[in-house]
């Protein structure tokens, strides 16, 4: 059985059950080298304090900068019999110093420890996930410029609305991920990171030496003072504020991915997907599926259940720190993993996206689509006010579609049955995509820059 860091005041030994019931372990080994940092930094700062003597500190930490390189090296593996990760490093530790282990200890707490592991976590994570993000946003700006002058149909209510550009339709996603972007650059600078709140009362050793004692620019560029130690060990708003933005941040992905979904289906057949991120059916033959747009859409309930697990868990909790805290980190893990293996592929995939502009051609010789073009024509150049014209264009359309006749098929005599001043000359110059889309004056089209720093 695996050391404790605690059990001093205990008669009897843990019940089995409960003892692998209460690890976390299995998962928290994610914090290990943030767990290392924090006990690097706690060493120097009991060497600068004087309770650890220079050499005590060098043995310690050249001990954790061995620990330190297995991780990187990838060659780290857990030992699941520890309580958590906390006692995986002191048990390792201890195996490389001897007794000298049992001060790496001194003066902190596990709660202290966590807090500074998962917002270094945090930071961490929240960058890769910006550049990840970054090269979604740079795929889809230049998809939008492969198609810059390229037609598409716009949509509301899932019915076609209006001519737009294709530029247009996939810029719309750009900016929406640029939102997300910038929360997480607003993350990345209002994160505080403290350290020696203690279990929750604060630390003999004085800030001064934990201050000297940070080494990483991520942690410094963040680090604030310890005002109150109570809040620090006690709140976890700052992982719920991160599952928020990957929510937001993956519904606009599941929003794309059905767009695509749909778009790519033979009902409407304007977009083709890359082959390689496509599988087939077992039985029929024909079959060329997007999976991984799907996946994508499926795994937008878990994202949502990570952030109301997190919340639920916290919602009545008394100050300070109580083991139900320990559930925040799986969400927090599956999170940010679902999101990067998502980016990752969401760039790839963007890329070999391509148009059918055959078929996007044939949908847009719908006369329903240029109805508003006709409406506003009617106000522009004859005064009719908008309201009947409105009215006019309307009973136009439905008598199309009752009479089973195109607008740009009626002779003048029928067009003037619904208003004198409509004729068919008029109607051609007005219904097509080129003056549909130059008549929109509002819209400033540029290509926006790259996010990413």
Known sequence: MAK??????????????????????????????????????????????????????????????????????????????CEDIHSDIQSRVEKKV????????????????????EKFYCLN????????????????????????????????????AQVIFFSDYILAYAYMFKRDYRRFQCFLK???????????????????????????ALVKKNLAELNSSVDNVSSRDFIIELLSMLSILQMHLSRLTEDMILYSGKEFDFLRLPEEFCTGSSLMPHKKNPD?????????????????????????LPLTYNRDMQLDKEPLFSSVEVLKNELKIMAKFIKGVTLNEENIAKALEDDSLYATEI?????????????????????LVRYSEDKKIRVKDMKDSLLKTFYPGLSLKALKSIMNPEYATSSKKSVVRKMPKTIKA
């Open 125 to 160: 994570e929240v960058e890769l996930l910006g550049k990840l993000l970054g090269d979604v946003f740079d795929a889809i700006v230049s998809k939008a410029k492969q198609y810059e002058k390229n037609f598409f149909l716009g949509y509301t209510h899932t019915r076609r």
């Open 375 to 395: 409406a506003e024509f009617l106000v522009i150049s004859k005064g009719v006010a908008f309201s009947d014209a409105h009215t006019v264009v309307g009973k």
């Open 190 to 216: 209002n994160l505080e990171v403290v350290i020696g709140a203690g279990a929750l009362a604060g630390s003999a050793l004085n800030s001064k030496h934990y201050q000297k004692a940070i080494f990483s």
């Open 4 to 81: 404790k860091l605690w059990g001093g005041r205990f008669k009897k030994k843990i019940d089995k059950d409960f003892e692998e019931f209460s690890k976390s372990i299995q998962y928290d080994y994610k914090l290990a080298e943030y767990d290392i940092y924090h006990s690097i930094i706690h060493v120097n700062a009991l060497v600068d304090s004087a309770i650890l003597t220079k050499k005590e500190g060098q043995r310690l930490i050249f001990s954790l900068g061995q620990i330190l390189r297995e991780i990187e090296k990838g060659t780290f593996t857990p030992d699941l019999e």
């Open 292 to 316: 991984f747009l799907e996946l994508v859409r499926g795994y937008t309930g878990m994202v949502y259940g990570n952030l109301v697990a997190v919340l639920t868990m916290m919602k009545g």
């Open 98 to 117: 001897g007794k000298l282990a049992a001060k790496l200890h001194t003066l902190r707490s596990r709660n202290d420890q966590v807090v500074f592991d």
